[in-house]
């Protein structure tokens, strides 16, 4: 993983994540996992995350 090499789609907001890209606002993976984060069917946004998030190492 470069992480000056953005994936324009998967746009993403998390710098925090070590995983983001250092020049863009995108994610610097080839393909990223999407969980759900509830017991039953997702029905919002607030139901998932981003199951490739890695925190850097400074959090
Ligand atoms: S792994 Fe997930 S949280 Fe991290 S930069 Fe990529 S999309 Fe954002």
Redesign the pocket.
Known sequence: MNRSNPNYA?E???DE?????DCEP????SR?SICSCSDTKALDAGHTE?A???PKPKY
Do not use: E, G, R
């Open positions: 998967i993403c907001t998390i994540c070590a995983n983001h890209c995108c994610c610097a993976l990223i981003c490739s998030f890695k």
